[in-house]
């Protein structure tokens, strides 16, 4: 288990950022900054989409998720990375991905931003880990189609879009009966940004569930097991909405048992490494010189599991 910590580094570049409204809330995930990686245009049902194709992977709630493929297409198949949007599971759109989609996608790997029911008075945050996995599972069902290497699936997940993608590697789907193989509703592999892998401590997941839910079900880090996928967690020091200490104590469950998990904590940052420490929950100023870093953790990540080529 590895825990490092960074400098701020002088600017290298002006903060570039994919506003929805007038704020950056707190809802937005972590994105590479280049300028070319934000020119995806927002998903509009029936009209051209130029740069990914989108694919409806459950008809019953007609969800969808979006294919970026390689920019240097092969016919050797590739591996992929799902990627879950944050939000704290009420609201977000797989639009605030685009541009970290077409960032992997310009690195090797197909990215594929994902769509989830959002929790309001008949959906919970249940529902959303089971969209999670029918996305696993309608990926690899497809795999050959879209040119993907369906034993190498990596999940990319941002505060609750961080505890959806590893409850499906740990706490698996809430419709699987008992003795059920869910491999194929999981991640091979795990990057969570400031995720809330401890839903016990949180009373907002547990008032989305609903009155007699058990948090714990869905709860990523109380479900550690062997054979959990390898994972990268990247958090801010200073995060009041999911604390450091859980990412921590994450990696420390997964090292024991037997598995391999890196911690990365930048210091003087809060949630999804804002700068704005005050107001971590609807406010966000992320630090763009640690967001470029953290991508290039990323990356590291993914070659040194042999997703991305040295």
């Known amino acids: 288990m590895t825990f490092t910590s960074f400098i701020s580094l002088p600017a290298l570049l002006l903060s570039t950022s994919l506003l929805l409204s007038n704020v950056v809330h707190a809802e937005q995930a972590i994105l590479p900054k280049p300028a070319q990686s934000f020119d995806i245009p927002r998903y509009v049902p029936g009209q051209t989409t130029p740069g990914y194709t989108p694919y409806t992977y459950t008809q019953q709630h007609k969800l969808n998720l979006f294919i970026f493929q390689p920019v240097q ?87 609750a879009g961080g505890q959806l993608v590893a409850a499906t590697a740990t706490a698996g789907c809430p419709s699987d009966i008992a003795g059920e193989n869910t491999a194929d509703a ?25 009155p007699g839910a058990d948090a714990w079900r869905f709860s990523p880090i109380a479900h550690i097991r062997q054979g959990t996928p390898p994972t990268l967690h990247i958090a801010g020091a200073e995060d009041t909405v999911a604390p450091v200490s859980t990412a921590q104590l994450y990696c420390e469950k997964v090292v024991a048992a037997h598995g391999h998990c890196q911690a990365i904590v930048y210091p003087g940052v809060g949630h999804l490494l804002t700068r704005n420490l005050v107001d971590q929950r609807s406010t966000l100023d992320p630090d763009p010189e640690l967001e470029l870093a953290a991508y290039g953790e990323q990356k590291k990540f993914l070659r040194d599991l042999g997703y991305l080529q040295p």
């Open 186 to 210: 999981a991640a091979n592999a795990l990057i969570l940004v400031s995720a809330s892998v401890d839903t016990e401590q949180s009373a907002h997941y547990s008032r989305l569930l609903g």
């Open 73 to 159: 297409s092969t016919s050797t198949p590739k591996p992929a990375i799902l990627l879950f949007h944050s939000g704290g599971w009420v609201r977000g759109r797989p639009e605030w991905l685009f541009g970290l989609a077409k960032q992997f996608a310009e690195d090797g790997l197909v990215a594929i931003p994902v769509q989830y029911r959002l929790s309001d008075a008949n959906t919970t945050p249940a529902d959303a880990l089971n969209d999670a996995c029918e996305a696993f599972r309608w990926v690899r069902a497809h795999a050959g189609t879209l040119n993907i290497d369906a034993s190498r699936i990596a999940g990319w997940g941002a505060s």
